[in-house]
Every structure is written in structure tokens, then in C-alpha cells.
């Protein structure tokens, strides 16, 4: 009998008793409470669902940190009839979390893609404007997008739209550039943060409350799998080629960078690995 026979079938069992759990309409979390001055953190979510996928460090800075985390929901999906629909999921998923929710139109943007940056200037100038708009209203402290090589086109669109919004800013504004990962993995993250077993839980319980989407693909079943291999891959790609892997359940990957005098700074080359027993608001001693 092979003895890893029974712990693969645990792992198809685990998926298959997922099917059976509730989307949405939990009973509500108890609320973080965040001090009146608590800085913002803007998440550039390409579509409704990004802001608990990638969510392992806003959750932690919102839960540890004492930081605001306000979703920026970029676009409601290219679906017209799914777009409102998408925002009440996106609203209860947000509400459910603890993060704030911005929208940027109210159908979201459209067309947000490298083709229509090349195609369409005019219009995509606007887009870049409601962004910056967005910044400078907010002043975060850290912002999250995609990386430029996230697959999915509209996730690449949002790392153009967002990195031509930071041009546009004064040339005084600062703030951390954390690029994501989703649909395309990142070549280069430099941050590994470990989740806890109840961060991890609730950032799947929120990603439930996108019912329509998950009862298309059930993605949010496979999001604990997801979050191991991640630490798979970040043992090397961030802690270092053949070094050893840290003991980590679960964890996500970034990109960590400064935005400063209008232009990225990679300033921390080396790789770090915010394991969860370590306060992640360290983070902003990278700060320079």
C-alpha cells in the first residue's frame, strides 16, 4: 500500500466537502478598530475577487498594523449583465473582511488593457486621471497592483493604469509599491508573508460572498493549495536559491518596492520572509 495514497485522498476529499460549504451570508466578523489617524492602504483590484485573493498581507496590516485598507475595485468585469451583480458581491465581500471599498465608476472602468493604452490615448487618459484622482485624495501609505506580467489583460492594464497615475503624482509623494500576483507568477518577488489557519479562513469565507463567480469555478476551494505552493516557490525565488523553506502553512508572494521622487526604487533586493508570529508593520523600517 502506498502510504501517500490516504494524504493525496485527503486533499481530494478536503475539495470535494468544500462544495458543500456555505457562499456567503455568514454572520458577521467582529470589526478591527483602527485609530482615527490609522494611515490607508489601496488595493488596485483589476476585478472583484483580487482583494481576497492577494489579500494575506492587507489583512494583516489591517488586523496588526493598525493600517485602513481601502479595495479599489478598477473594473466590475467586462459582463454587463454580471457588473452590478459583481458590485453587491464586492460590497458584502468587502464589508465582511473589514476593508473599505472605492469604486472608480459605476459600472467600473472599461477597457482596461496594454491595447487600449496603445490605441486609445484619450481614453485611457481619463482612466489615468481617476486614478490619480483616487491617490491624491487618499495619500496611501502603501499601494497593492499587479505585476506587468499577470496574465489576464485586464490584471496587466491595471499595472500600466496605476504605475501612469504614480507619473502623473507630485514629485514629493512617496508610498510603498507592492506588485501582486495572480493568473501570471512574478519572476521576482522579494516578500513572502506567512497567513495564520484564521486569516486564511476568513480571506476564503469573504471570497465566497463573489457567489456568482465561484459557483462558476470554484477557485476558492483551491485557494489553500495555492498558498502552499507559494511557499514552495518562495523558499528560493525569496528566501534564496537551495536554502532551506521555512516552515510556513500558508503565505503570498509580493514584489516590494518604493515609489519616491517619481519614479520606482528597488530597495530591497535581498528578499524577506514575514513569518506570522513577526509584526508586519515592521515592513515600514525598509522605508528610506
Known amino acids: 500500500m ?11 476529499g478536503l475539495y470535494l466537502s468544500g462544495k458543500s460549504l456555505p457562499l456567503g451570508g455568514l ?12 494611515p490607508v492602504v489601496l488595493v488596485f483590484s483589476p476585478h472583484p475577487d483580487d482583494e481576497c485573493i492577494i489579500g494575506g498581507l492587507p489583512l494583516r496590516w489591517s488586523r496588526e498594523a493598525d493600517m485602513r485598507i481601502v479595495n479599489v475595485a478598477v473594473t466590475l468585469g467586462s459582463s454587463k ?14 464589508e465582511w473582511i473589514g476593508f ?21 490615448p484619450p481614453s485611457w487618459l481619463k482612466k489615468v486621471k481617476i486614478i490619480g484622482d483616487i491617490l491624491s485624495r487618499y495619500l496611501p501609505r502603501a ?4 505585476h506587468e506580467s499577470d496574465w489576464n489583460t485586464t490584471h496587466i492594464g491595471t499595472h ?5 497615475a504614480l507619473r502623473a503624482m507630485p514629485a514629493s509623494f512617496r508610498c510603498l ?9 512574478m519572476q521576482s518577488p522579494n516578500l513572502m508573508v506567512e497567513s495564520k489557519p484564521d486569516d486564511v479562513a476568513d480571506l476564503l469565507a469573504a471570497l465566497s460572498f463573489h457567489v456568482g463567480e465561484v459557483q462558476r469555478n470554484p477557485y476558492h476551494l483551491r485557494l489553500p493549495a495555492w498558498l502552499q505552493d507559494n511557499v514552495r516557490r518562495g523558499a528560493e525565488l525569496v528566501g534564496g536559491q537551495g536554502g532551506a523553506a521555512p516552515d510556513f502553512a500558508f503565505a503570498t508572494l509580493y514584489r516590494l518596492h518604493q515609489w519616491k521622487n517619481g519614479g520606482i526604487e528597488y530597495f530591497h533586493p535581498r528578499g524577506k520572509l514575514v ?10 523600517d525598509l522605508i528610506s
Open 27 to 38: 454572520p458577521p466578523l467582529p470589526k478591527t478598530e483602527l485609530s482615527t489617524d490609522a
Open 100 to 120: 473599505e471599498l472605492q469604486q472608480t465608476a459605476v459600472n467600473g472602468l472599461e477597457n482596461v488593457s496594454p491595447q487600449a493604452r496603445n490605441t486609445d
Open 160 to 164: 500600466f493604469l496605476v504605475m501612469d
Open 177 to 185: 509599491a507592492i506588485e501582486t500576483e495572480f493568473w501570471g507568477m
Open 81 to 94: 449583465n454580471r457588473q452590478q451583480p459583481r458590485l453587491q458581491e464586492l460590497k458584502n465581500a468587502c
Open 2 to 12: 502506498n502510504p501517500y495514497r490516504k494524504f493525496v485522498d485527503s486533499f481530494a
Open 275 to 284: 513569518n506570522a508570529a513577526e509584526n508586519p508593520g515592521r515592513l515600514w
Open 143 to 146: 499601494i497593492f497592483f499587479p
